[in-house]
């Protein structure tokens, strides 16, 4: 249904934009239970439960009521919190009481309307964005040959496979391409340099092109009528929103820098600050709002005061990579315990990490 490891961000979205009695049905033709749906959760935008708050995961969760209620007379729902999540949200006991108290609000508040299946127009609307945007993400990702070139060298990718910092292997075989990469190391690269792509690459371009495909002000307002009226395509913009905030265009240049090929880096830096623009504009079009996270303003301040402090980790990141590529024997081993404490510090100051 869509590329698992390296999705574009409205790949596995809209897949939970699927009815939930289609779901059921189809389920059922192949002897599955559907009714215990267990989401996994990462960071918020990288897997598709998100955030715990109930605007949020309204979508999804009167799915977990619905199916366990009908078949089972109690609701069941399972989630998994990746493991360098953990002590973030349960080592002090106060936060890890806040946090279990968000789980059970959105679930039951989730749970309590009577929800309907959202238009039909909202559904047709939705698959031509996500096939616009899954067209524009793999024009850059797997059609440009050179893209491999760019992320190679435009991102510590390499460095990330070497130091083995996550519990399995960066590539599930011993290859270079693309599809061999885990999801995991292929996100946390992106956020590492700043581009943060895999979240919102190829959305500019498919609200775009939804708007000029009919008559303008009626494709607008219908997409703001589904922003509005319509959690799950909410959900998706302020995720959106959210990544593109942590995202730095003037650091993401200084890491284009380090592609050999000054002309090729440039190119496609160059493609992927145009539609980050593109994004940008559009979705202040959408959501009607002045800036990124215009409707959400407490998330908005606490990532702008957080990125100055990250800030300057980036750009340490950056200097270190460029001796650790040309270093030897012990210059190189000290060199990869400060990139390790780099790429550490921009991890938890973002805390999208893959």
């Not at 703001?224 to 909410?234: A, E, G, L, S």
Request: glycine fraction near 6%; include cysteine; charged fraction near 25%.
């Amino acid at each position: 249904v869509f590329d698992e490891q390296h999705r574009p961000g409205l790949g596995p979205q809209r897949l939970q934009a699927v009815p939930h009695h289609v779901r059921l049905q189809v389920a059922a033709l192949a002897g599955v239970d559907l009714h215990h749906l267990g989401p996994g959760r990462g960071d918020p935008l990288r897997v598709p439960a998100g955030r715990l708050i109930p605007l949020q995961h309204r979508h999804l969760a009167p799915q977990l009521h619905q199916g366990a209620l009908e078949q089972r007379g109690l609701p069941r729902a399972g989630m998994t919190d990746q493991g360098e999540m953990i002590s973030d949200r349960y080592l002090e006991p106060r936060t890890a009481h806040r946090h279990l108290e968000q789980v059970v609000n959105a679930v039951l508040r989730a749970g309590f309307p009577v929800n309907q299946p959202p238009p039909e127009t909202f559904l047709a609307l939705m698959a031509e964005i996500a096939a616009t945007a899954r067209r524009c993400y793999r024009e850059l990702i797997y059609d440009d040959p050179e893209f491999l070139v760019y992320f190679r060298q435009a991102t510590p990718i390499a460095e990330i496979s070497r130091l083995r910092i996550g519990s399995r292997p960066a590539s599930r075989r011993k290859s270079d391409r693309i599809e061999d990469l885990r999801a995991i190391p292929w996100v946390f690269s992106w956020m590492q340099s700043r581009h943060t792509i895999p979240g919102w690459f190829g959305l500019g371009s498919a609200l775009e092109q939804c708007i000029v495909a009919g008559e303008p002000n009626e494709r607008l307002n219908l997409l703001r009528r589904m922003y509005r009226n319509w959690p799950f395509f909410h959900t998706l913009l302020e995720n959106a929103q959210m990544i593109m905030s942590k995202a730095d265009l003037e650091i993401a240049r200084e890491y284009a820098e380090l592609v050999d090929d000054q002309a090729l880096g440039q190119r496609i830096f160059g493609q992927i600050e145009a539609e980050f623009n593109r994004t940008v504009a559009h979705i202040r079009l959408v959501c009607e709002v002045e800036d990124l996270l215009g409707a959400q303003p407490v998330l908005q301040r606490a990532i702008r005061q957080r990125n100055p402090y990250v800030d300057p980790l980036s750009y340490i990141q950056l200097e270190v990579l460029r001796r650790l590529r040309v270093a030897e024997g012990e210059d190189q081993e000290a060199l990869e315990t400060a990139i390790l404490m780099a790429i550490n510090g921009i991890a938890a100051g973002l805390k999208n990490t893959g």
